[in-house]
């Protein structure tokens, strides 16, 4: 079946321009994830949804960053005012329940934000 | 400071060989345990898991260990084979509170298969 899907795979910013990163879940996952991947890093924790709800924004670096999924299937990553920083691969995982039991999380592949 | 290790930024290994990547982790809670494989321009890639009532779980080729004790987790590929070549990320979680959780990655090993 189809996996987690994201777009744009690569996307160049000015810096300060505000970009908006999109991430399509497996059908049916109730839980969403964001993560950042710097060079030569590990994937680390930016936010969590179950279904349309944030639960978790501890992640997100700053006010720049925000994170929506109005009706509980596709989010949107926005980040306002791009920084040289934000350069990153921006990772979406999701999963099927998230009620607690330990959970797989399955990956997309990536958006490459390259801010100049 | 990192809760998650992978001290070996890169391992290299022979065609047929076992191939071991290790992971330490700082924290008891913690109580599910998964490998990732990434491979360029690509998401990770789930391989295996394993959760803090086991200490063995094993899938094809793939065993991961863990060691409660130890604060230590690893993953043995036995045959060793050249699609294998990728970087492997240990990551952990916390599910003891209820609810899903973030993972927390190592900085992964780059695991280069010789022929």
């Known amino acids: 079946g189809a996996g987690v899907s994201q777009s744009p795979r690569y996307k160049v910013a000015k810096r300060g321009q505000d970009v908006a990163l999109r991430c399509d879940p497996i059908s049916g996952h109730v839980s969403l994830f964001w993560y950042q991947q710097a060079l030569g890093q590990g994937p680390e924790f930016l936010t969590y949804f179950q279904n349309e709800a944030q639960l978790d924004k501890s992640g997100l670096p700053s006010d720049r960053f925000f994170a929506e999924r109005p009706e509980g299937s596709v989010s949107t990553l926005k980040i306002q005012r791009t920084q040289q920083e934000d350069s990153a691969v921006y990772l979406c995982?999701?999963?099927?329940?998230?009620?607690?039991?330990?959970?797989?999380?399955?990956f997309g592949p990536g958006t490459r934000l390259l801010v100049l | 400071d990192q809760q998650v290790k992978q001290n070996s930024p890169s391992l290299s290994v022979q065609e047929g060989r076992i191939s071991i990547l290790n992971c330490d982790y700082t924290?008891?809670?913690?109580?599910?345990f998964l490998w990732y494989k990434k491979y360029p321009a690509e998401g990770p890639t789930f391989l295996i898991s394993?959760?803090?009532?086991?200490d063995k779980n094993e899938d094809g080729r793939f065993t991961v260990f863990l060691n409660k004790s130890a604060k230590h987790l690893s993953l043995h590929i036995v045959p060793s084979q050249p699609g294998d070549s990728a970087v492997y990320f240990c990551a952990v979680a916390m599910y003891s509170g209820g609810g899903a959780d973030g993972l927390t990655f190592g900085k992964g090993t780059h695991l280069i298969i010789q022929p």
């Open positions: 995982a999701s999963s099927l329940i998230g009620t607690g039991d330990a959970e797989t999380q399955y």
């Open positions: 394993i959760s803090s009532i086991k």
């Open positions: 924290n008891s809670m913690f109580d599910y």
